[in-house]
């Protein structure tokens, strides 16, 4: 009798979007990550295996919602996603910093500095921006709409141009 192996299953899925093919995986708890095509879908799999657990399988029913949601997104019928999250590759500051970033209305943009002071530790500016640089959840919870003083997008996960891309998007509504 082999030893019971109790972390949880990782389904995963792949959806094609304006900014490339989002692969998006969830556990039990709900959407634990969505990555862009530069982070390489198979690196990031094999990181799922190591840190949430081994067994990681295609499974794009148990997905289906979310890319349903992404879709309307994209197609600018939906301002806001409504997905259980599973958080759990996020924690400390980062996670404080991430989970204020659905408060940003769609369509808007905050900066570094005010997005620090939100979660009050107004002097933490880079560490907001090293927040939203590991994401886990992009587009879902959206470090897009944090940008530089200056106005400038300022660096992104998925590429400035992929940030670009998104906040025309939201700005065309």
Known sequence: MGVHDDRPDVAYR????????????????????VAYPKEGHDTVLETLADRIGPRVRHAPDRLDPTARQL??????????????????????FRAAVLHR??????GRTATYA???ALVGNP???RAVGTA?????????VPCHRVVRS??????YLGC??????????????
């Open 14 to 33: 792949t959806v094609e979007s304006p900014v490339g093919t989002l692969l998006l995986a969830a556990t039990e708890l709900g959407l634990v990550r």
């Open 101 to 106: 970033l659905p408060d940003i209305g769609y």
């Open 160 to 173: 400035a141009g992929t940030k670009r891309i998104l906040l025309a998007l939201e700005a065309a509504a």
């Open 123 to 125: 002097r933490a500016v």
């Open 132 to 140: 939203c640089s590991t994401n886990p959840l992009p587009v879902v």
């Open 71 to 92: 879709e309307e997104y994209f197609t600018g019928s939906r301002r806001r996603f409504d997905v259980p999250l599973d958080w759990r590759l996020s924690t400390g």
């Open 114 to 116: 005010a997005v620090a």
């Open 150 to 155: 200056d106005g400038r997008v300022g660096a």
